[in-house]
C-alpha cells in the first residue's frame, strides 16, 4: 500500500504530557497537510508544507503545537502540555502540487485524560 | 472561501440511487467543486470534483448547473458500504488552494 500512513494510530495520555504523531505522505507528493477533526465536525485545517517550508499555519495551531518536515518526505506533529481539549482524531493528507487532490491518512485518534 | 450547505442526515435503501445536494450561493468564478466520503474512524477520501456542467467517474456522478450555487453529488444503486459521511467543498484550485474548509456534511445511511 503506498497510501498516507499514519503512527500511532491511537494514543491516550494524560494532561500535561507531550506526544508526538507521525505521517508519511504518499513519496511523489511535495505537499503535506495537518487536520484535525473532533467528533460529528469535518476536519479543519491546521498548517501544511510544501516540501521542507511551512507555509500556512491555521490561528488553531497554538503555540504548544509544532509541526516539522525536516527532509521534505515525512512529518512530524507535536503538541505540549496536552489538554483534554485536543482530543482529537489528527489527519494527515498529502498532494502533488497545489491544484492536486489531497489524499488522506488514517489518522491518529488522540485522546488526552 | 465559499460556505456550503448540506443535508445532516440521509436514508437511503440498498440498490436505490441517492442525490445528495449542496448549496453554494457565493461561489467564486475560479472555485472548483469537491466531494469527499469518510467512513468511521479512517481519513476522507475524494470522489469527484468538477466546475460545471457534469462530470462522471466509475464512482459517482456530479451535477452543476449552469449558475453553479448548488451541486448535486449522486451515487447509483447505492450499497452499505456507502453508509458514510459526505462532505461537498469549494475552493479556487486556479490559485492554488491551499486549505480544504470542510462543513460537517451529510451522513447517509443505507439500509438492506
Known amino acids: 500500500d503506498t497510501g498516507v500512513s499514519q503512527d500511532p494510530r491511537h494514543k491516550i495520555t494524560k494532561r500535561g504530557q507531550n506526544v508526538t504523531f507521525r505521517c508519511d505522505p504518499i513519496?511523489?507528493?511535495?505537499?503535506l497537510y495537518w487536520y484535525r477533526q473532533t467528533l460529528g465536525q469535518g476536519p479543519e485545517f491546521l498548517t501544511y508544507?510544501?516540501?521542507?517550508?511551512?507555509?500556512?499555519k491555521s490561528r488553531l495551531l497554538s503555540d504548544r503545537f509544532s509541526a516539522e518536515r525536516p527532509k521534505g518526505s515525512f512529518s512530524t506533529l507535536e503538541i505540549q502540555r496536552t489538554e483534554q481539549g485536543d482530543s482529537a482524531m489528527y489527519l494527515c493528507?498529502?498532494?502533488?502540487?497545489?491544484?492536486?487532490?489531497?489524499?488522506f491518512g488514517p489518522g491518529t485518534r488522540l485522546l488526552v485524560l | 472561501l465559499a460556505k456550503t450547505t448540506q443535508p445532516i442526515s440521509m436514508d437511503s435503501y440498498e440498490g436505490q440511487e441517492v442525490n445528495i445536494t449542496c448549496s453554494h450561493n457565493?461561489?467564486?468564478?475560479?472555485?472548483?467543486i469537491t466531494w469527499y466520503q469518510q467512513f468511521p474512524s479512517q481519513g476522507p477520501r475524494f470522489i469527484i470534483q468538477?466546475?460545471?456542467t457534469k462530470v462522471t467517474n466509475e464512482v459517482a456522478s456530479l451535477f452543476i448547473p449552469a449558475d453553479r450555487k448548488s451541486s448535486t453529488l449522486s451515487l447509483p444503486r447505492v450499497s452499505l458500504s456507502d453508509t458514510a459521511v459526505y462532505y461537498c467543498l469549494v475552493g479556487d484550485i486556479g490559485s492554488g488552494y491551499s486549505t480544504l474548509t470542510f462543513g460537517k456534511g451529510t451522513m447517509l445511511l443505507v439500509s438492506p
Open positions: 468538477g466546475y460545471k
Open positions: 508544507f510544501q516540501n521542507e517550508a511551512q507555509l500556512e
Open positions: 513519496s511523489e507528493h511535495n505537499r
Open positions: 493528507a498529502s498532494s502533488y502540487g497545489q491544484w492536486e487532490t489531497q489524499y
Open positions: 457565493n461561489i467564486a468564478t475560479n472555485d472548483y
